[in-house]
């Protein structure tokens, strides 16, 4: 009898928990933000969307990408540079809505060289690897919507990357 009993609580516990289990889709969020700076050193435009999943309500994985126009002036010269990257991160919220973040990105960017032989400047596209660590804090400005600041310190700090210690990010993120 007592295992009968047993099984019966066992089994409304199960029910009960599947019924509040989020489906895939539910545990989805995007997001990610938007560039746009014009300032007498020159042009910054940009995107970088972002998906992820929340394998728990604190713990998310997701993918990202973007692309950011950099136009400076250099004098009487201009240099515009087409940056593209790739990311994979996770992110942990730790107290109320404050968050751990990690995240490896590969940024493809055009590096410049000065080939001493030829006595000649020249350029060439190449995969820059960055690998951030920091936090933010997120604020609710919805029922699934926040709005986001993060501060994240590149690790590995590649000479050729066209980011400098520490990457500020502001977004929105609806899910997460």
């Known amino acids: 009898m007592k295992y009968l009993i047993l099984s019966s609580f066992l089994l409304v516990c199960i029910c009960g928990q599947a019924q509040k289990e989020e489906s895939f889709s539910d545990r989805l969020f995007y997001g990610g933000d938007v560039v746009l700076s014009f300032n007498t050193y ?90 951030y660590v920091g936090g933010g804090i997120r604020q609710p400005i919805g029922d699934r919507a926040y709005a986001s600041f993060t501060v994240l310190w590149d690790l590995i700090d590649d000479p050729r990357s066209p980011y400098f210690n520490p990457v500020i990010r502001g977004g929105i993120s609806i899910g997460f």
């Open 42 to 131: 020159g042009v910054i435009a940009g995107a970088s969307p972002q998906v992820g999943y929340r394998v728990t309500d604190a713990w998310a994985v997701g993918l990202g990408t973007g692309v950011l126009y950099w136009r400076q002036n250099l004098g009487a010269t201009r240099d515009v540079n087409t940056i593209y990257n790739g990311n994979v991160f996770t992110r942990l919220v730790i107290y109320n809505n404050i968050y751990a973040q990690s995240e490896f990105q590969m940024v493809n960017v055009k590096v410049r060289y000065f080939d001493s032989f030829l006595e000649e400047e020249y350029t060439q596209r190449e995969w820059v690897p960055a690998l």
